[in-house]
């Protein structure tokens, strides 16, 4: 008996679900019906859908734009959150939320006056409170905010006056203020003063869309800010200009299966897929209904152990630069020339500021014979070196397997460690551990901000290096700045403490229906829209 | 009966105890935190120390287990670090796609294989019989990832019939919540049919040559009568056995194919924590899942004695 009523349970399940599925079998084509009278009005007036989906990689850590240096959640976030200067196309700072700022006679301090009127998400307005509140706890949890512009502090003069002082006079203030790693978002004091150190957890701006809601591991909800005073009446020029908004809804969604994002943009489930692998580019260039743009993503770079092991020896190190061929790490790692580039500049090479070839006698040598001649000079017996790496990142991988071939070719001993990649970053911080590795990592807009003189990056501990961060930033004029830049890139290819490998595009597919959306540090999708 | 689930459930404590120190274990021994999966690849090594403090995480590894363990007691399964928001609150957000898919599979996995195992068994030897079960010999050996892909291509990509991935909850409307499940649900079912319909082929053919059904035959019975009623009947336990055995595979998450179609389901949760390296969530995730495959497995059990009068559970 019982059997027979678990056998009945079963099969009505099974009938429901026939129903369901058959019943609603005709569905697409019904769908495929409405799009079809869509393109019919469309000759006539063009419509536009009031969403836009974006296959992001993963699912940022946290919103709170301060703590993280997550692309993802910075490309996010910055729809919410606006700063008080902003970079323009041309890397410049230009005014957002500040109207304008005054610099005193001995450089060490900034007035910043505050455009009045602006509203956040929450309705309150914004004053010189809340810009002070947010600036200052920005100034102790952005890391480069820390280094760069120690015991500095921001003070309220009246209700929409605030003024910085720093230590030392220097030329980049304006420009950390704007930078978008880690970029200072202004919110409502309240939330500054309840934040916990793991980042806060209400995401009020005054930015064009408001946040609405985060699914875990599937996407992230914003909506339009239809009470959004612009910041700028100038045509959209990076992260400048007038922000539209013509999508009511925007959605962030966390797609880590490239494959699937792939896929997605393909069908129109998605109008911008983030990350195109090299491989998928050729699939993906013949397709009609895609758009494929690409942007300076950053710099290969391989960071040697100047502190401890056998690197220490700066001739070692001199002989491995000598051995490299950069032209066949990039080639393995990014595959198709047009993705590539090759330039000893530590910098993106657009940023005409900082962009130099010093140090280009040292760059992409391809001697093995020199460097076989160097290790010989040291001593070199055979010792084993270690090179680090994960193939969580698919280039970094590639470019440490190819480098391993070269120092063998000069008769060195070489052996490769591949961790997932918290276990890299672990690993890294422990210098017993590796002698080498590769890493890529995204621009920087000024050269004290660059991993590659950072100690705590890769363990360069070297004085020479100290002093011209200081002679750089205390240059008077922009072309000194860049004499004392050039000098020190030069000395990092002589010091051999690490070296640029190539510079590389990051690839975006969007579908054609897309417009007004641009790629300028992150996808900028405030003015995108697509037709239906 | 009650005697038998009192013993089976007190038995799950030292599988349980050992699985959670295991895990525990594990995910401590590996290096990593999550603090530099917050702060990312740019942090340095004071910060990341400075979170590790405020998380709780520079604790001896005795007393996080403890703590952990004395919290589970009462219920709460600590707070995803990285997802900030409690570790049960997190598996409830996930489960429920993870089941739905479980579900679709396995009815896409009985309605082809019970009737093809019983086709096969019946027409032994014959064409159709060697052809049902080559076919389910390659789908045994088939990744469903690999035909996941396949399906992701051709049905999503170039019919454009259903959505290549993502995910709407049953709010949403049952062809919203379904449309999105279909391609990796037939992708899973299929392969779980492969070994379904060998077991029920097996086990007809065993009991199809027992005198029990010459007597049915001989009395003149309808032959579906002899197969469905006397037959299959019969020969159910077995089947009943793998099916509950795949549906314990399917529900613990099918970590490829939620990764393939991005379905926020537990396969999917623990993937992103081990990356993330979210303790919390890994030790949850881990003890929810060992907790339902030995529940489902218990349930399986019980239900021979539902199936087949003649087995007495609590006579042991």
Known sequence: MKARKLGLLLSSIVLMLLIAACGNGSDPAAEGAAEDKGSEKQAEQQEYKDELNIALTAQPPTLDTALTVSAVALDTAGNIFEQLYTLNANYEPVPALAESVERSEDGLTYTFALRQGVNFHNGKEMTSEDVVASMNRWLVTSSRAKVLLTNAKFEAVDTYTVKLTVETPT????ILIASQ?????IMPKEIVDAAPADGIKEYIGTGPYKFQEWKQDQYIHLVRNDDYQQVSDAEPSGFDGRKEAPAKDLYFHFVTDHSTRIAGVKTGQYDVADSIPIESYDELAADNNINLLSFPGGALTAFFNTSEGLLKDVKIRQAILAAFNNEEIMLASFAKPDLYSLAPGY????QVQWSTEAGAEYYNQSNPEKAKQLLQEAGYNGEEITLLTTKDYNEMYTATLVIQEQLRQIGMNVKVENFDFPTFLETKNDRSKWDIFVASTGYQ???????????????????TVKQALIDIRGAATPEAAKQEWEKLQGFLYEFASSTVIGHYNGVVATTKKLEGFELFEAPVVWNAKVAK | MLAYITKRLLSLIPVLAVVTIAIFLIIHITPGNPAAAILGMEASEEEIQQLNQDLGLDRPILEQYTSWVANVFKGDLGDSIFMKQPVSEAIAEHITPTLSLAILAQVIAILLAIPFGIIAAYKRGSIADYTLMGISLLGMALPSFLLGLFLMLFVGVKLQWLPVAGYEPLSSGLWEHMKYLILPGISLGTIQAALI?????????????????KTARSKGLHEMKVLFKHAFRSAFLPILTVIGQTFGTLVTGAVVVEAIFNIPGLGQLILNSIARRDFAVIQGVVLVVTLMYVTINLIIDLLYGAVDPRVRLDRK
């Open chain 1, 347 to 350: 910098l993106n090479t657009n």
């Open chain 1, 171 to 174: 030329s980049d203030v304006l």
């Open chain 2, 197 to 213: 319909t060998r077991m029920t082929r097996s086990s007809m053919l065993e009991v199809l040559n027992l005198n029990f059904i």
């Open chain 1, 445 to 463: 807009l000024t050269p004290p901000q660059l991993l590659a003189v950072n100690p705590d990056w890769a363990g360069l501990d070297n004085e």
């Open chain 1, 181 to 185: 790693a880690q970029f200072p978002s």
